[in-house]
């Protein structure tokens, strides 16, 4: 089974930190995702990342930034968290051929700054 | 840009009961993939289904089908002989094919499905 592994369930952090979110994949995926899940908004994607040191922005990446530096890595950063980042962040995984187009998610950070 | 629209954000149904979920979606492309996911209250989400836009035949995974109207932009999921494991946050999703860049899921906002003893 595919297994995408997210550091952290629960985080805590202060206004003005540097926050890092890690997450991990164990299945050789090219293709990696960073979203924010906040109610009745659904997912949204912040980041994403098609190979090694390779990303591209989603739709919500201001205030994020992300680090691809080994193939089953992906890390958002918060460079100064914000009571606005306040939210569940979801990483997934994708194998890059177009066959098998299914994304594998892991169980979620969630993250409360105060 | 692509969007997607899950009108009920609540629904509840008794055990056993059969239940359809709304989806809805805008855009100008002709090929295309659909989703269901499911994302119950431990927060793993999971592929409960998919569909590519050129099949015309509706895709089935045991309890779960959909009804998917291309014309209409419409991809509804039913979920027959409901059970109290299927109680979770459902998103529909969609994926447009093209370079690998341009692979990304829009989700809808996501309902949440009880199902009641």
């Known amino acids: 089974d595919v297994k995408v592994t997210q550091s952290s369930r629960y985080l805590v952090k202060r206004t003005g930190e540097k926050v890092f979110l890690e997450c991990v994949q164990d299945?050789?995926?090219?293709?990696m995702f960073w979203y924010r899940q906040d109610p009745g908004l659904g997912l949204r994607l912040i980041y994403f990342s098609y190979d090694v040191k390779m990303k591209e922005k989603g739709d919500i990446p201001e205030g994020y930034s992300v680090s691809r530096e080994k193939k089953e890595r992906f890390s958002l950063i918060l460079e100064s968290a914000s009571t606005n980042q306040t939210s569940m962040y979801l990483c997934?995984?994708?194998?890059?051929?177009?066959?098998?187009?299914?994304?594998?998610f892991g169980a979620g950070t969630r993250l409360s700054v105060l | 840009a692509q969007t997607v629209t899950q009108s009920q954000p609540e629904m509840s149904v008794q055990e056993a009961e059969t239940v359809t979920l709304s989806c809805t979606y805008d855009t100008s492309e002709n090929n295309y993939y659909l989703f269901w996911y499911k994302q119950p209250p431990s927060r793993q989400m999971i592929l409960v289904i998919r569909q590519e836009a050129y099949k015309q035949q509706n895709a089935t995974e045991n309890r779960f089908s959909v009804n998917f109207q291309k014309a209409a932009k419409s991809f509804s999921l039913k979920i027959s002989d409901s059970q109290l494991g299927d109680t979770a946050m459902y998103f529909c999703?969609?994926?447009?094919?093209?370079?690998?860049?341009?692979?990304?899921?829009?989700f809808g906002q996501g309902t949440r499905l009880t199902i009641n003893p």
């Open positions: 999703a969609f994926m447009k094919l093209g370079i690998q860049g341009a692979q990304k899921l829009v």
């Open positions: 299945m050789d995926h090219e293709n």
């Open positions: 997934a995984s994708r194998t890059g051929g177009a066959a098998k187009n299914i994304q594998y």
